[in-house]
């Protein structure tokens, strides 16, 4: 039996998550029974879709349950086997998060290898959110070299990655982002052409400082007034892909949408909505792609890694709060 | 020298269009010049796009000017002729309407054979509408076999061509319709297997009745609550067909958009605005396609024709108080 610390969700938040919406509970772990084995994670990751399952509503994930523990992303060590085909000391991306020990089958770990890339790079740029970046760009809005490409939330773990990738692929890239320190990385460290702090001053004016001829492609993760402004300078035939509106996952009653979607019509728009299992066959791409960029110091990555499980909700209230430069972590071990 | 009377713009509406924005002025039309024709119109067509081009902003095509006649698609005759391309009594579509007689080159004039199909047709189920109706289906929603297609405005030019082709390939095809005799006109008559009115009740419920799984595509003419309704009710990997938005094109001040955009994340939803233009490259395809499914009585077509150019004002109004069943035309002649 082991000693393990979970983070459950004790009541559904209502707008932005508090510490209060969470408790953290010491549970006992069983042994490992036949076949399977006992993980101990080193990071869990907090991503902000998350905050959608803590709505009870049908989508594309079920609901998280008030009083169980929450999941998602994690990755830890395999501490004890009853499994000749995952040893222990084998390192496995798992979709335990939350938690700091688990038991489980074989078949619901993926084995990492730690010698390709840090640990936590799986619940990165090497893990969802990255191949999430990946199709993004070239699944949902069919990126082409050369474009003009806004990403927003581009000091995030998707958006700097999206950002990065375009440049590499020859694209004019503008980012916004919730900092001056964020908007200065994305230019100085990050190679994006153009930045801004979309807490100042009028979006679409800035779009049109950075890309006077217009956007070829927007990767969307804010939603709200980012959508209405690039929708107004989108280039004709322009592709938006429509990857994460954090702007109103906190919002109590539905916000109204842009109002001038019918620009669309005359322009030629496409709005493709996409999560990153609707591209699962790009999966061998991205990893090769990504860890090629990697390896050729083409691409660079950000982590803002908090400490110990009792940060967990902290560290996932911070995703709304711009905590964050890249992907946020908690780190267990 | 010949009498013409030619539409012009008076004013720039506020809202709905009203008379008292145009007026119909005697005008004389020069003899054509070398290698000129001069034209009479037959028919000329009134379409919802028009309503846009009487606001003076940037859009895909110029705005019309006040005190200038307007234009827009028209059938006519060449009844005096310096060309030997396109001698008297030739029949010719034309960007010239809203106008009884003009003089123009032969490269703006598009012969039509109304042996094929009746004069009029060429500025509906044959002309840009029906193009309309057939790639907004085809390139813009990327109709397959059987699936399930909700048409909105479906009695008017454009949707009642999208619904017959939708059950031509198999397709279960709702519409909706402003009005209950329309409504029974797409059932019984063009073969809709559901259809409601939607001036009365609750759109989704609607929807939810006539497709109880869902639906593939939405070729939108409405927008606003109906592509609100629609986004509801999309199956995984829906497509929706920005097609129109007759119910936003007279409003002073933009209103709010879709408040359920982002489910289109989720669901992995593509929104696809097109006008006919964007997809020309189809045009050999559709007059192949569509001229034989007439031919086969596949197809039926409706025209709500107002008689005399100065009832032209009243047509167009009409296309947004319902009055028109099918294509909305003025003769001529």
Redesign the interface.
């Known amino acids: 039996m082991t000693q393990s610390r979970e983070v459950r969700l004790k009541s559904r938040p209502n707008g932005m998550p508090t510490n209060d919406n969470f408790e953290i509970c010491e549970v006992d772990v069983a042994d490992p029974g036949p076949g399977q084995v006992l993980v101990r994670n080193h990071y869990m990751s907090v991503d902000p879709y998350m905050r959608?399952r803590m709505y009870d509503r049908k989508?594309?994930v079920p609901p998280f349950q008030v009083g169980a523990p929450l999941d998602g992303g994690a990755v830890g060590e395999v501490i004890a086997s009853n499994s000749d085909a995952m040893p222990v000391g084998t390192f496995v991306q798992n979709g335990f998060g939350w938690r700091e020990a688990f038991v489980a089958e074989p078949r619901q770990l993926q084995p990492v290898d730690p010698e390709v890339a840090p640990l936590s790079a799986y619940l990165g740029v090497l893990g969802m959110p990255g191949m999430t970046a990946y199709v993004g760009l070239f699944r949902a809005a069919s990126l082409k070299d050369g474009e003009t490409v806004f990403v927003s939330g581009a000091a995030g773990a998707v958006g700097s990655l999206a950002g990065q990738i375009a440049k590499i692929k020859g694209c004019r890239v503008l980012g916004s982002a919730g900092s001056d320190e964020k908007v200065r990385h994305l230019t100085d460290d990050l190679g994006f052409d153009y930045a801004f702090n979309y807490r100042e001053g009028d979006l679409l004016a800035r779009l049109r400082e950075g890309a006077p001829d217009g956007l070829d492609v927007y990767f969307d993760n804010i939603?709200a007034d980012h959508?209405e402004a690039a929708l107004f300078h989108m280039r004709q035939?322009g592709r938006i892909a429509?990857?994460?509106?954090i702007a109103?996952y906190n919002d109590a009653s539905?916000?109204?949408?842009?109002?001038?979607?019918?620009?669309?019509?005359?322009?030629?728009?496409?709005?493709?909505?996409?999560?990153v299992s609707?591209y699962n066959d790009s999966r061998d791409d991205f990893i090769r792609d990504v860890s090629g960029w990697i390896a050729e110091g083409k691409v660079k990555y950000d982590e803002t890694i908090l400490d110990g499980i009792d940060q967990a909700p902290a560290a996932f209230e911070g995703l709304f709060t711009g905590r964050n430069v890249g992907k946020m972590l908690v780190k267990l071990i």
């Open positions: 959608g989508s594309y939603g959508l035939f429509l990857c994460g509106a109103v539905p916000r109204p949408g842009p109002s001038n979607l019918t620009m669309a019509i005359g322009m030629g728009l496409r709005l493709q909505g996409f999560i609707h």
